[in-house]
């Protein structure tokens, strides 16, 4: 028996030897954009033990990178799809991908731990709520050379202006996705329920005259008709420009051409629509645990959603689980901040930052990958069919689609118009901001704006969801906001507007 384990010992020893010596060759050859992927018996399978924290790219080295966005959290079949993305994304560039989704709910707090912390990462989903804030802090890696040397393609494709609305002091510090990049807010409806109660949809496109049809709907049903989340209806503000600074309250209306700096809470618009979602909130059309729910519900009678008409088919009806119908509220509207809303940042210590780059630009441009994010596991989540058009199987997948890449390489659903032609005819009819272009420098105010910020997300719940009386409030908010330095960020902004566009 000794000498048995002594042999088997040694033949152990051997082949960890051997092992070790014949591990680092891979094949990565590229494979078709139709994404028949290749065999992957001679591929490296242990993904669950690659790590985020490799070392620099050797000659053939796989490469894992992590890469942290908001959604509704992990999908039920993640191990399986990774395998399955990880394969091509091997062969394609020699890297496999590590996806961090984290639930709408915990996203503030999971985004401010990382970022704040330290803890690493190699891409980051953002968008216009923390970027500039983010770049300040060093967060993110300036790439603007790097985008154009390792992803080529993916620069050459994404217009030059979408580039120009992501810079900052002039530096490319993200990878904007191109998709519906002018903001056109519309109002969503259960198609059945407004076909229940005999509402002409296309006669309300006003938050004033939706009031009785859905106190027709509450009294009906018995239910809160218009259930919102802590975050409120922040489409109110959609005809306002913040400037980049992080600041709602602040800003320049979109089409003002003499680009007058308001308190945007006390303009007449807004307070008129903050007025009805108090009413709602009293009379019950809004859910009483608007201020504190973390995450709306899945289906919801009507929402108001930032999209294109025809996603009311393809994504918003089927995420509610029935037939829903969409109308325009307010845009399409172009600004700095309409193409900040879905941003992928490198981190600035990341340690192949090439390799990130290179993957955003797959990610975009390369249609199985694409539609592996948007869609899911193919076979699963989704099928091709014969003509390369997408049947979607189920509802399953969780992954928020448009924090990911370009909508115009996603693959069409069979039997449904192009909604994408849809996307970019918005974009094409978008108001320009009076603002495009233009950043507020925070250098001289950056303590007054942290102190606002501060003073804004206190109240901001309350104030979007109707629970409190905005006349009240706006008068709270903008004493705190004066005593946090308000009047100085509003002389500052209109000093630099003054002179960018003199």
Not at 13 to 26: E, Q, S
Not at 162 to 176: C, L, M, N, R, T
């Amino acid at each position: 028996m000794k000498r048995i384990f002594a042999f088997l010992l040694v033949a152990v020893m051997v082949a960890a030897l051997l092992a070790g010596c014949g591990g680092g060759a891979k094949n990565n050859d590229s494979t078709n954009n139709q994404g028949n992927v290749a065999d992957t018996n001679d591929k490296q399978t242990n993904d669950t033990n690659d790590t985020n924290d490799s070392e620099s790219v050797s000659e053939g080295e796989v490469v894992t990178l992590k890469w942290v966005a908001v959604g509704s959290g992990m999908p039920s079949n993640y191990d399986a799809w990774r395998e399955n993305i990880n394969a091509y994304l091997e062969d394609k560039i020699g890297v496999h991908i590590d996806t961090e989704i984290v639930s709408w709910g915990d996203w503030d707090n999971r985004r401010n731990v990382i970022v704040n912390s330290g803890e690493y990462f190699d891409i980051l989903f953002t968008d216009m709520g923390r970027y500039l804030s983010e770049v300040q802090l060093g967060a993110y890696l300036d790439i603007t050379e790097l985008v154009q040397s390792k992803a080529a393609d993916l620069y050459s494709y994404i217009p030059e202006d979408y580039w120009e609305a992501v810079k900052v002091d002039g530096k490319i510090y993200s990878v904007p996705t191109y998709k519906d990049s002018s903001m056109t807010q519309f109002i969503v409806w259960d198609k059945e329920m407004a076909d229940k109660y005999n509402i002409d949809i296309q006669q309300h496109k006003t938050l004033e005259s939706l009031t009785e049809p859905l106190k027709t709907i509450k009294e009906g049903e018995g239910i809160s008709p218009f259930v919102i989340d802590q975050n409120g209806v922040g489409a109110i503000f959609t005809m306002y420009d913040a400037m980049g600074s992080e600041l709602e309250p602040i800003g320049v209306r979109v089409d003002d051409e003499s680009r007058t700096v308001v308190n945007v809470l006390k303009q007449e618009d807004v307070m008129n629509n903050l007025k009805t979602l108090h009413t709602w909130y009293k009379e019950g059309i809004i859910n009483a645990d608007a201020p504190t729910l973390g995450e709306a519900p899945s289906y919801r009678t009507t929402f108001i959603a930032q999209g294109w008409p025809s996603a009311a088919k393809t994504t918003w009806g089927p995420s509610m689980g029935v037939e829903a119908e969409a109308v325009q509220f307010a845009g399409p509207v172009l600004s700095n901040s309409t193409v900040r809303g879905s941003l992928n940042a490198v981190y600035s210590g990341a340690k192949n930052p090439e390799k990130a780059i290179e993957f955003l630009q797959l990610v975009n441009l390369d249609s199985y990958v694409r539609d592996a994010f948007y869609y899911g596991l193919e076979g699963d989540n989704f099928k091709y069919t014969e003509g390369g058009e997408v049947e979607k199987l189920n509802t399953d997948w969780t992954m928020a689609g448009y924090t990911q890449g370009t909508f115009f390489t996603v693959s069409p659903i069979a039997g449904e118009i192009d909604q994408w032609a849809e996307v970019k005819e918005l974009n094409e009819k978008a108001v320009g901001s009076v603002l495009l272009g233009f950043d507020l420098d925070p250098t001289n105010i950056q303590n007054e704006l942290t102190n606002c910020r501060a003073v804004w997300n206190k109240y901001r719940s309350e104030l979007l969801t109707g629970a409190r009386n905005p006349e009240d409030l706006v008068e709270t908010i903008t004493q705190e906001l004066e005593a946090a330095g308000f009047n100085k960020i509003m002389e500052e902004a209109q000093n630099q507007i003054d002179a960018a566009f003199k």
